[in-house]
């Protein structure tokens, strides 16, 4: 009896269309299929059947159309008792199965529950009426069980991002208020895959002031670990006062051990303010230049020298320190590139540094917490028809006192 096919347009049921579960019997012996044919006929519960006598023929049924439900005998062939329940879940596990029983195995019945069934009915004591109920709560029940597992696996999933986070974004480290810091990261529109930027501020023992920004390439808990060892790398660095030119070769020997293949790179910006001094120092590999906004309210762009991404010339890049003077008042603001990357209008036009620029000219007057998220805000808003911004995005807007 063939299995037709299930009513459904793009994964969904039609509305109103009375649903006809299908079911694949696993049964050796004729005279049992055709009882539970007779079942099917007789139940109020419309269904689609399909016959097949083996374990071998069940595999090549479910390997050809999933059903939404096994009917098994656990006396076939070429598998027995429990054997034949572990066989159908190791390949279809997100089938109900209810398992057909014998008047004198009704404790084998309860042993295949145990073991992944979701019900076992007895041969020869089976009503139409609690047959179509049995397997319409089996299915039910499958379906519940499948939603419980994915929901466990979501809360894990968010718990470990939520970990790997509080790693890549920690508080600054800060001894007293040289420097007004406003972070912000705000991810993209694939929330369950988290991305690798990441942030940290640091005051070493001298007063000197440190900051880093950063971007592991791609997204996922492998990419966000790597991001989390170099950033805890980076503060253990400035702690013990590497910097410049050489903690940039050495996070780079990090990112070489730890990276899951030669695909992985990491663009950074590190820097360095002393007490009193003008200037800041600055290593960048890679990344994306920087914002200046001065007290009188101007925006600039700006791009000191540097090398390339950690992990594209291993072993053999320069990074230079390079020294930018910043006014009395004024504030640098760091970011991914995620702020910029964003496709825009029906053109799909990236916003381009030319773009971030104007629009942080337009809010060039706000404080700096109102600043950063409203360029955060507009940023994204400009990309909502393509569904938001596609990448995370980090910012630092730092301001020395």
Known sequence: MPMPPPVEVDGSRIPGQRWEPSVLLVEDDPGDALLVE???????????????????????????EVPDCVLLDLNLPDAQGLEAVSGIRSHADQVAVVVLTGLAEEETGLAAVAAGAQDYLVKGRVEPELFGRAVRYAIQRKQAEQAAVALQASQMQAQENARLERGLLPRPLLNDAAVDV???????????????????????????????????????????????????????????GVTGAEQVSRLEEILLAERGGPQVFVTLTSLCRRPAEPQVRIVRAGHPGLLLRTADGRVEWVEVGGGPALGVVPD????????????????????????????????????????????????????????????????????DDQGGLADDVAVLHLRWT
């Open 316 to 383: 053999g890049a320069d990074w230079p320190v390079e020294e930018l003077v910043v006014p009395r008042g004024a504030a640098l603001v760091l970011f991914t590139d995620g702020l910029f990357e964003g496709h825009i209008g029906r053109g799909r036009e990236r916003l381009g540094e030319e773009g971030l620029l104007r629009l942080a000219r337009e809010v060039a007057g706000l404080p700096p917490d109102a600043f950063v998220d409203e360029l955060i805000e507009r940023a994204e808003t400009l990309a």
């Open 38 to 64: 007779e079942l099917v006929a007789d139940s109020t519960l419309t269904m689609g059947l399909r016959w097949v006598r083996s374990m071998a023929e069940a595999r090549e049924a479910l390997a050809a």
């Open 182 to 240: 406003v972070a912000r990261y705000r991810p993209g529109r694939a929330h369950a895959l988290l991305g690798g930027d990441l942030y940290d501020i640091v005051q070493s023992t001298d007063g000197s002031v440190h900051a880093l920004i950063g971007d592991v390439s791609g997204h996922g808990p492998d990419e966000a670990a790597v991001g989390v060892a170099l950033r805890i790398a980076w503060r253990t660095l400035v702690l013990s």
